[in-house]
């Protein structure tokens, strides 16, 4: 279980408040001292969910 703000990719420190407060973010899996704990199968996909995914396209 990895915090979604600490993992490379399309959800920065910065960028992670303002989505989790917009209501942007899936529910945390595990919330543990008040910070939410997302697994990593439950990030890939969300962010293949995410409207604004760009795939890369097979050619």
């Known amino acids: 279980m990895t915090a979604l703000s600490t993992r490379p ?3 920065s420190r910065v960028k992670a408040p303002s989505y ?3 209501g942007l973010l899936p529910p945390p899996d595990h919330v543990e ?3 939410p704990y997302w697994y ?3 990030v890939r ?3 293949a ?3 604004g995914n760009r795939t890369r396209r097979a050619d």
């Open 9 to 11: 990719g399309p959800c």
């Open 20 to 22: 989790r407060k917009h």
């Open 33 to 35: 001292g008040g910070k």
């Open 40 to 42: 990593a199968d439950t």
């Open 45 to 47: 996909a969300w962010v």
């Open 49 to 51: 969910a995410r409207s």
